[in-house]
Nanobody, 122 residues
Framework: VQLQASGGGLVQAGGSLRLSCAASGRTFSNHAMGWFRQAPGKEREFVAAISWSFNRTYFADSVKGRFTISRDNAKNTVYLQMNSLKPEDTAVYYC????????????????WGQGTLVTVSS
């Protein structure tokens, strides 16, 4: 699976962005998809994930109620809608894929996109 993330940019606090992750290659529909982020000087952290079946979603506590994740298997694309953005959301955001099972641990993911930078100004 090859992943291409896009949609990052500069936004003011309280604003919104939608990230997209387009997948190609092997079957996308049977992979769980996750979003992770890494701020300068910090470790990569889990943001959100969506299962391959039943579209179950999972979120880090820090983004619950503000972010949503969805997938369109027909378009081989997963989305991360980010609302009410805060300066502490500033990071490079990565999408990742993992066969079948969801995980919040980044080492469990086999495939990674190149990252897209989100900057939230105060």
């Amino acid at each position: 699976v090859q992943l291409q993330a896009s949609g990052g940019g500069l936004v003011q606090a309280g604003g919104s962005l939608r990230l997209s992750c387009a997948a190609s290659g092997r079957t996308f529909s049977n992979h769980a998809m996750g979003w992770f982020r890494q701020a300068p000087g910090k470790e990569r952290e889990f943001v959100a994930a969506i299962s391959w079946s039943f579209n179950r979603t999972y979120f880090a506590d820090s983004v619950k109620g503000r972010f949503t994740i969805s997938r369109d298997n027909a378009k081989n694309t997963v989305y991360l809608q980010m609302n009410s953005l805060k300066p502490e959301d500033t990071a490079v955001y990565y999408c990742a894929a993992r066969a079948v099972m969801y995980s919040s641990r980044w080492p469990d993911y086999n495939y990674w996109g190149q990252g897209t930078l989100v900057t939230v100004s105060s």
